[in-house]
């Protein structure tokens, strides 16, 4: 594990966060069409939300927004990941072929970096974790919570465990009831930084109340912030254009 990933030419932990834009669309057309807008925004790295579009589970299916995104976007680090029901994803699916799903998107070899959920359990993210980084490809480890925002010390212990299980970067996203839910986070984001400082950490908190916490991150460490160029994946995200002002403003 390192405190800075490269991944292409982007390097995550290092500087002002890193901007990444997720595409949620259903269909290949609508991917093409969030393409054009990306191109057309500040960026550093693209998220395919794969648990948005149909049919996901047919490889025919997925093979085809998959070579589209490399190929239209080669320079840019893309990460892929199926954000599941159980972590505020819209798609439902067991364990067992959550994992099948993403060590065939990993044997693609089309992705940078793959998303794998903390609650899918230890064995489930270390046999990504193992797969991920045979093919080269690097691992998110995360966990979401969209009822509230945890003790400052479970978020800094989940986020502890997903480095003991082999993750590149970790990620810990929660939903505020009150801006001391904010503080909490960045709180927990900082004890990271200071303490536990061996891989680059993404925190956010979600909402309108925690709109903060996606633009203060080169102060408390967070190394990566979700900007849109179209739709959202996940309530407070900023325009990517209006986000990269703030980021250089910070800086």
């Known amino acids: 594990m390192s405190r800075i990933v490269k991944v292409r030419n982007v390097k995550i932990g290092n500087g002002i966060p890193k901007i990444c834009i997720p595409i949620t669309d259903t269909d290949f057309d609508g991917v093409k069409k969030s393409v054009r807008l990306i191109e057309n925004s500040p960026h550093d790295m693209v998220e395919w939300r794969a648990d948005f579009y149909k049919d996901l589970a047919d490889p025919e299916v997925r093979i085809k927004p998959m070579m589209y995104l490399r190929n239209s976007l080669p320079d840019d680090p893309i990460l892929f990941t199926i954000r599941t029901s159980v972590e505020m994803g819209v798609l439902e699916i067991d364990t067992a072929d959550y994992v099948t799903l993403n060590l065939a998107?990993?044997?693609?070899?089309?992705?940078?970096?793959?998303?794998?959920?903390?609650?899918?359990?230890?064995?489930?993210?270390?046999?990504?974790?193992?797969?991920?980084?045979?093919?080269?490809?690097?691992?998110?480890?995360?966990?979401?919570?969209?009822?509230?925002?945890?003790?400052?010390?479970?978020?800094?212990?989940?986020?502890?465990?997903?480095?003991?299980?082999?993750?590149?970067?970790?990620?810990?996203a929660v939903t505020p009831r009150s801006e001391r839910d904010v503080l909490r986070l960045l709180d927990a984001t900082l004890?990271?930084?200071?303490?536990?400082?061996?891989?680059?950490?993404?925190?956010?908190?979600?909402?309108?109340?925690?709109?903060?916490?996606?633009?203060?991150?080169?102060?408390?460490?967070?190394?990566?912030?979700?900007?849109?160029?179209?739709?959202?994946?996940?309530p407070g995200q900023l325009p990517a254009n209006q986000l990269s002002i703030y980021l250089k403003s910070l800086n």
């Open 191 to 234: 004890a990271m930084k200071e303490d536990h400082n061996t891989t680059p950490v993404i925190t956010m908190s979600m909402g309108k109340l925690g709109v903060i916490s996606r633009i203060c991150g080169e102060v408390f460490g967070s190394a990566v912030t979700f900007g849109t160029a179209g739709k959202a994946s996940a």
């Open 105 to 172: 998107v990993i044997d693609s070899g089309l992705i940078d970096l793959v998303d794998v959920e903390l609650s899918r359990g230890d064995k489930a993210v270390r046999t990504v974790v193992e797969a991920a980084h045979k093919a080269g490809v690097k691992v998110i480890v995360s966990r979401h919570n969209n009822i509230n925002t945890p003790d400052r010390d479970v978020i800094v212990g989940n986020l502890c465990q997903m480095q003991d299980l082999g993750a590149d970067i970790v990620k810990f």
